[in-house]
Nanobody
Framework: QAQLAESGGGLVRPGESLELSCQASGFMFSLYPMNWYRQAPGKEREWVASIDSTGRIIKYADSVKGRFTISRHNLRKTLSLQMNSLKPEDTAVYYC?????WGQGTQVSVSS
């Protein structure tokens, strides 16, 4: 059974950084593209970033381009999201995803 588990969220001030991690299990992680999504209070879930199975093809939403970096370690079966220069509008629950599998999410709050 495929499972994803996010960690690394927290409360930070504007301009600070956080790194999220997602541990995968139960499937051949190295074969699948992975995604990060987020959902802010009262808003729909939105796509943040994607990375292909090899780590060579990466895409970002315009709202995070230049500030966030997605990466993966196929041997460790982990997906990461380095978030720099955080803004209050980045406040959301962040989810990792592949196909129809979602983690439980990790809360990121950015506030002064």
């Amino acid at each position: 059974q495929a499972q994803l588990a996010e960690s690394g969220g927290g409360l930070v001030r504007p301009g600070e950084s956080l790194e999220l991690s997602c541990q995968a299990s139960g499937f051949m992680f190295s074969l699948y593209p992975m995604n990060w999504y987020r959902q802010a209070p009262g808003k729909e879930r939105e796509w943040v970033a994607s990375i292909d199975s090899t780590g060579r093809i990466i895409k970002y939403a315009d709202s995070v381009k230049g500030r966030f970096t997605i990466s993966r370690h196929n041997l460790r079966k982990t997906l990461s999201l380095q978030m720099n220069s955080l803004k209050p509008e980045d406040t959301a629950v962040y989810y990792c995803n592949t196909r129809d599998t979602w983690g439980q999410g990790t809360q990121v709050s950015v506030s002064s």
